[in-house]
């Protein structure tokens, strides 16, 4: 599979949710302090990412 959801401890041990395509790190969300609530911004990213809408801030 080219893309996946990962969830890791950062260096403070708190859990980060990160979205990896061809194995290159594309985003990932604030450090959390329970993996469940890791869990619930992956839930969150596919549930509302789909329809969210492209905006630029071009300065």
Do not use: C, Q, R
């Not at 469940?36 to 809408?53: F, L, R, Y």
């Amino acid at each position: 599979m080219a893309h996946k959801f990962l969830i890791e401890k950062n260096k403070k041990g708190e859990f980060v949710a990160k979205f990896k395509y061809n194995s290159e790190l594309m985003f990932w969300t604030e450090g959390y302090s329970s993996k469940a609530s890791a869990v619930n911004a992956i839930e969150s990213i596919k549930k509302n990412g789909p329809g969210a809408p492209t905006e630029e801030d071009l300065g």
